[in-house]
């Protein structure tokens, strides 16, 4: 069974910093494109952030543009997302996602969704 298990949420200080890690079991993601998504209390689900399968293009939404940064170790089979200068308003659980395809080019196609992990920014 394909998993993605996500870590590092927790409770944070406005200002500080958490980095989140994505490791999939089950299956490697090493030739696809991966991303970082977010749902806030009472809210839709929104993009945060992805990569390449070559690790070379990123895109963020502008609300996290500057102070989140997404990356993919060596061997490309785990993703993280650093986050720094939180606000209370990222505050959502985060949600990692991986493309099925091979050399996924974009548009990419999250169609493998970890569980979440909780991050609270408290003023």
């Known amino acids: 069974q394909v998993q993605l298990v996500e870590s590092g949420g927790g409770l944070v200080q406005a200002g500080g910093s958490l980095r989140l890690s994505c490791a999939p079991s089950?299956?490697?993601?090493?030739?696809?494109?991966m991303g970082w998504f977010r749902q806030a209390p009472g809210k839709e689900r929104e993009f945060v952030s992805s990569?390449?399968?070559?690790?070379?293009?990123?895109n963020y939404s502008e609300s996290v543009k500057g102070r989140f940064t997404i990356s993919r170790d060596t061997l490309k089979t785990t993703v993280y997302l650093q986050m720094n200068s939180l606000k209370p308003e990222d505050t959502a659980v985060y949600y990692c996602?991986?493309?099925?395809?091979?050399?996924?080019?974009?548009?990419?196609?999250?169609?493998?969704w970890g569980q979440g992990t909780l991050v609270t920014v408290s003023e």
């Open positions: 089950g299956r490697t993601f090493r030739r696809s494109a």
């Open positions: 990569i390449s399968w070559t690790g070379l293009n990123t």
């Open positions: 996602a991986a493309d099925a395809r091979d050399f996924s080019g974009y548009p990419y196609q999250f169609e493998y």
